[in-house]
């Protein structure tokens, strides 16, 4: 079964004016389509073909970059539109209560998670990610570079390629990483938490 491009579960324009659904015509529709289509391409009649996502990462990390690449984004991608929301929420229950004890407060992984974000050199991701010994933590993942595959989980990804922010907010990374906190799908994150 090839892979397909997810449909999003908003409605493009709800986002807006943080992300415009033009951005998203052009994020999802263009940028995370051809992921999908460039990883069928590359599996298509190989001994990876019909393997789970999670199965490629792992085996292509270092040996096959063309495979590589285009399913850790495809998971990268498809995790990140899962996380989006059109109404503002914050986390509660069990989640809120693991980023008070990890971080010491909601206000400390903002900003930790924000600082990282807006450091990130080039492209990539900020992830936060709940490890195997069960701590919170945030990082930084350069280019398709994913959690997805490893044993860690990856609770709320952030995309800061350029892609992600330039029609709505040009250069500004800062103001493009500031809206998301307004626009996190905090059910979503908690439902990844092992
Ligand atoms: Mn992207």
Sequence with gaps: MP???PDLTFEPTSLEPWLSAESFSYHHGKHHAAYVSKLNAAVSGTELDGRPLEELIRVSGDVNPAVFNNAAQHFNHDRFWLSLSPTE???????LEKIE???GSFETLKEKFSGLAGG???????????TTDDRLEVRQYQ???TPGGTDDRGLLPLDVWEHTYYIDHRNDRAKFIAGFWSHINWKSVAERLA
């Design 120 to 130: 990130l050199f080039g492209s990539g991701w900020v992830w936060l990610m709940q």
């Design 89 to 95: 929420q914050t986390p509660e229950d069990q989640l």
């Design 143 to 145: 280019n398709a570079e």
């Design 101 to 103: 004890s990890d971080f």
């Design 3 to 5: 892979f397909v491009l």
